[in-house]
């Protein structure tokens, strides 16, 4: 097996919008190693929306192939699909989407819920989760009693605690201010550093300037592919 | 792990939003409460019509033999046709008594409202009964102070009494009532005994009440010459009453020349006989309350059913949360039935407390000794667990066929 985490073969996506027929994506082929840093960008119907949804297991595509970590999950029911985001991807949504009422340790522990795991072992992975992120000392704070980069980080530990394939962000940065949006990218680089695979969507280039690879959408189509340095250039 | 989680959010729910909850559990604790009270109530009132209105009214192992039958309702041309019947004679009764092959007691019975007086006092519409000297034992009276008549007394027709206890009461203020000549009907009599407190039934005193030999100057007023209102009959146990029954019955019928196609043309009074309009009602009651609790229960079923919707409706969101994080369709629907069922149960739980309430505030404030049947709270507890799992299917399957992207997008 080789290093590609992610293996993306012609996909597209159609949606039926009444009589007419959406093309969101047109045939996308994309592939990323273990430990990349990859940020999708793209204007707003350039397609970046379904293809983080199909990355992220929340959709399937009309047609092509997608090989996540080994599988082919591109025609995986429902089920099997949950239990693919489950495993192998940690979302990073924009508006954090905690569970309001749940303290930060509980809903660091919700995969780990979902994936069968005991309780004991549970609450270790979500407390280690959370300390590595540096909230070791809110655990017990529930979502609105935290600031928005703590939500955020919360967030993160949440993605991290079943140890994914992929971290998955959408948009991570988009409800933070500057100051908070930087403190949220130097926890992504300390975590890239450590060996996790980052995928990011966003239309914020400074924000993108943090992947060492800039993937940009249009029309459906990968408009560019290109290395950090020379995107930034 | 996931039903802690589910209860405890069902838990969390009910706290925070405390009006709204009990609005939405009250069918289910209704229904619950209708349940757990009625149950009580009637079996409450089993016993107590058992123990104290058929036996003490009536005598335990006891008969009566009459004319026509009381405690029972009939129409106006039965009771016309029951008039009509031949009163119980002595001739009748000495038959009976002398072919019992079974153990038993007897007493001749005729009653009749009275006033008795002393000294000036009266005592207005008391129950004299004249009877035999075993009455006393087939109606199980205690004496408190003094004695029954003897078998001599009652023979002669001796001018004798024993009081009730609330005559006693009210003709002698506390003084002591033995050898005090009292007058019924202008006749004095001399007051031998004085029974024990019996209390009331319904309201109606046990106490009013006072007896005198059958044979004595009162039995004029009471019955007709000759004749008897009832003939009572105690045996030792209840085969021995059976064993009565059928005796007297077949007593009677060769004394009144019965032919085998004739009816009964007399009655016999046992205490199941006085019941019977009970167990009437008390059958009604038990067919009604399945009813009335499935009526309540459906309604609360509906309710929480909508409040599950509801739920859904509003925490779409996490319902995509949860689905991203990997929820499969089971356990996005276990969390909602869990969640339902926790509902309606939280509300059966109040509804048996609320029952047990009933029960207990009937037990104290009427004669009725309302006991809480087991079997009706583990019904409650079940069904109040089936209807939230049952109004929590609908709402749960759609929460888990929710697309999660549409469901994370909503707000």
């Given at each position: 097996m080789s290093d590609l985490v992610i293996q993306i073969r012609d996909l597209v996506r159609t949606y039926e919008m009444g009589a007419e027929t959406v093309q969101a994506l047109r045939g996308v082929s994309l592939e990323i190693r273990r430990n990349e840093y990859v940020a999708i960008m793209g204007p707003s119907g350039s397609g970046k929306s379904t293809l983080m949804n199909l990355i992220g297991c929340l959709d399937t595509p009309t047609s092509g192939e997608y090989w996540l970590n080994g599988q082919e999950v591109s025609r995986m029911p429902d089920d099997a699909l949950a239990r693919v985001r489950n495993r192998e991807i940690g979302?990073?949504?924009?508006?954090?989407?905690?569970?309001?009422?749940?303290?930060?340790?509980?809903?660091v522990e919700l995969p780990l819920v979902y994936a069968g795991i005991t309780s004991r072992l549970r609450r270790q992975r979500a407390v280690a989760a959370l300390t590595r992120v540096g909230l070791g000392d809110r655990m017990d704070h529930r979502p609105n009693e935290l600031s928005g980069g703590q939500r955020q980080r919360v967030a993160i530990a949440r993605a991290l605690v079943n140890e994914p394939a992929i971290l998955l962000a959408d948009e991570p940065t988009g409800n933070l201010d500057s100051t908070?949006?930087?403190?949220?990218?130097?926890?992504?680089?300390?975590?890239?550093?450590?060996?996790?695979?980052?995928?990011?969507?966003?239309?914020?280039?400074?924000?993108?300037?943090?992947?060492?690879?800039v993937v940009v959408l249009r029309d459906g189509r990968i408009a560019s592919d290109t290395p950090r340095r020379e995107a930034a250039a | 792990m996931m039903l802690k989680d589910a209860v405890g959010m069902a838990l969390t729910t009910i706290r925070t939003q405390k009006l709204k909850s009990f609005f939405s559990l009250l069918g289910v604790l209704i229904g619950v409460t209708f349940l757990i009270a009625v149950v009580s109530i009637v079996q409450g009132m089993n016993v107590y019509m058992e123990d104290q209105f058929a036996n003490k009214l009536v005598g335990l192992n006891t008969f009566q033999l009459r004319r026509m039958p009381n405690f029972t309702d009939a129409s106006e041309e039965q009771w016309r046709e029951w008039s009509r019947r031949p009163r119980i004679n002595y001739v009748e009764a000495d038959f009976v008594?002398?072919?019992?092959?079974?153990?038993?007691?007897?007493?001749?019975?005729?009653?009749?409202?009275?006033?008795?007086?002393?000294?000036?006092?009266?005592?207005?519409?008391?129950?004299?009964?004249?009877?035999?000297?075993?009455?006393?034992?087939?109606?199980?009276?205690?004496?408190?102070?003094?004695?029954?008549?003897?078998?001599?007394?009652?023979?002669?027709?001796?001018?004798?009494?024993?009081?009730?206890?609330?005559?006693?009461?009210?003709?002698?203020?506390?003084?002591?009532?033995?050898?005090?000549?009292?007058?019924?009907?202008?006749?004095?009599?001399?007051?031998?005994?004085?029974?024990?407190?019996?209390?009331?039934?319904?309201?109606?005193?046990?106490?009013?009440?006072?007896?005198?030999?059958?044979?004595?100057?009162?039995?004029?007023?009471?019955?007709?010459?000759?004749?008897?209102?009832?003939?009572?009959?105690?045996?030792?146990?209840?085969?021995?009453?059976?064993?009565?029954?059928?005796?007297?019955?077949?007593?009677?019928?060769?004394?009144?020349?019965?032919?085998?196609?004739?009816?009964?043309?007399?009655?016999?009074?046992?205490?199941?006989?006085?019941?019977?309009?009970?167990?009437?009602?008390?059958?009604?009651?038990?067919?009604?309350?399945?009813?009335?609790?499935?009526?309540?229960?459906?309604?609360?079923?509906?309710?929480?059913?909508?409040?599950?919707?509801?739920?859904?409706?509003?925490?779409?969101?996490?319902?995509?949360?949860?689905?991203?994080?990997?929820?499969?369709?089971?356990?996005?629907?276990?969390?909602?039935?869990?969640?339902?069922?926790?509902?309606?149960?939280?509300?059966?739980?109040?509804?048996?407390?609320t029952g047990i309430g009933l029960a207990f505030a009937v037990r104290s404030l009427t004669p009725l000794p309302a006991a809480v049947a087991p079997w009706s709270v583990v019904l409650g507890v079940s069904l109040g667990v089936a209807v939230g799992m049952i109004a929590g299917i609908y709402p749960a399957s759609r929460a888990s066929r929710l697309d999660p992207i549409t469901a994370l997008r909503a707000e």
């Open positions: 979302f990073v949504f924009q508006t954090f989407n905690l569970l309001p009422r749940a303290s930060a340790l509980a809903n908070t949006s930087e403190e949220i990218m130097r926890v992504f680089g300390t975590l890239h550093d450590q060996g996790q695979t980052i995928i990011m969507v966003t239309h914020e280039s400074d924000i993108a300037a943090h992947a060492e690879r | 008594e002398s072919r019992m092959q079974t153990p038993a007691i007897f007493s001749r019975f005729c009653s009749e409202r009275l006033p008795i007086m002393w000294n000036g006092t009266t005592a207005k519409d008391v129950d004299v009964w004249t009877a035999d000297a075993p009455m006393f034992r087939i109606k199980n009276l205690d004496i408190e102070a003094g004695r029954v008549f003897t078998p001599q007394e009652a023979q002669a027709g001796m001018a004798v009494v024993v009081v009730g206890w609330e005559i006693a009461e009210k003709l002698f203020k506390g003084a002591d009532p033995l050898g005090k000549n009292v007058a019924i009907e202008g006749l004095p009599y001399r007051v031998i005994g004085r029974m024990a407190k019996q209390g009331n039934l319904f309201g109606i005193s046990l106490d009013k009440f006072a007896v005198v030999p059958f044979d004595s100057p009162v039995h004029r007023a009471a019955c007709r010459s000759g004749f008897m209102d009832e003939f009572h009959v105690r045996a030792d146990n209840v085969v021995g009453m059976k064993a009565a029954l059928a005796e007297t019955e077949e007593a009677m019928r060769i004394q009144r020349r019965l032919k085998p196609q004739q009816e009964d043309n007399f009655a016999m009074q046992t205490a199941e006989g006085a019941l019977e309009g009970w167990n009437k009602i008390s059958a009604i009651l038990m067919t009604a309350l399945p009813m009335l609790v499935s009526v309540s229960l459906v309604v609360g079923g509906i309710v929480i059913m909508n409040i599950m919707l509801m739920a859904v409706a509003e925490r779409t969101v996490e319902i995509g949360i949860r689905k991203a994080l990997g929820a499969k369709r089971r356990d996005i629907m276990a969390q909602f039935v869990v969640e339902s069922a926790t509902l309606s149960t939280v509300g059966a739980g109040i509804g048996i407390l």
